[in-house]
């Protein structure tokens, strides 16, 4: 009688198991294709099924997305992650879809696939995800918003195009993003911001509390001048809060026509209690006070103002 030959267990890929653990971060935004959907042709190198599984592909035949919210890449971290992927591979696949040329488009990874070819790698790779252009456009805007490297005004654009584009309330932006939804209301309202004023926010020269706290100006030319003395003077955050207080609120205010005898000078406590509230909520603020009773009037100009408002007053 012949010995049963023992049963051969297969190898496990430890390093192919790593790779699927990476690659999980966006599998969670859409659900897989059904089991049964055909997809297109795409590429020998690699067919076009969707296991979640990452496989090589040409880095000649990946287009980059027109949907990529960054629209800058930092030169220096490009170089380093080049030198790193010259000498490790990439860790971590990028995502992209098969399109009906046998091409494929990016939807994220757009870094490790300039930085591939910039250290000479043939392939990349990458799982494949079978996504309509508009789910392959949302996609690419959350998992931009949730890297640390955009600058406040890319951020900005990417909700309005959220909104936009996709009709999301912030609410919902703010589940998507794990984003506070105040701060998403923030964002926003630094589209009401001057052109050259958010091109300065792009160039660094800016930074996201400078911005936040020019927009208590409401004039684009008060905005714009105001912005233009800051950079030039180099000035603080805090600085910038102490300045914009003063264009708002000035020591010498002409009475015109007023009974100076019925004017009372603001108290102390009460002005610090203003300027903060101010800092704040980024909005004009005003609190007239006699003998401990009085009113607090916040002044908005927008609905985006108000959200921020309720969001910041009612814990939205």
Known sequence: MSTPTP???????????????????????????????????????????????????????????????????????????????AATGVVQPIVVRPLSNGRFQLIAGERRWLASQKAGKTTVPAILRQVSDEQAMEMTIVENLQRADLNAMEQARAYERLSRDFKMTQEQMAQRTGKDRATIANFLRLLRLPIEVQGKVEAGELSFGHARTLLA????????????????????????????????????RSNKGEDKANLQPQDPNVREAQDRLQRALGLKVRVEDKRGKGRVVIEYSGLEDFDALMAAIAGE
């Open 7 to 85: 049963t051969q267990v297969p190898a496990v890929d430890k390093d192919a198991s790593k790779r699927r653990a990476l690659g999980k971060g966006l599998e969670s935004l859409l659900p897989s294709r059904p089991a049964g959907a055909t997809a297109q042709p795409a590429s020998a190198l690699a067919p076009p099924t969707e296991s979640g599984k990452p496989r090589e592909i040409s880095v000649e035949l990946v287009d980059r997305n027109p949907y990529q919210t960054r629209s800058k890449v930092d030169a220096a971290q490009l170089e380093e992650l080049s030198r790193s992927i």
């Open 217 to 252: 100006l409401e004039a684009p030319e008060a905005i714009l001048k105001a912005a233009r003395k800051i950079t030039a003077l180099a000035m603080s955050v805090r600085q910038t809060e102490t300045y914009i207080q003063g264009l708002i609120n000035p020591e010498k």
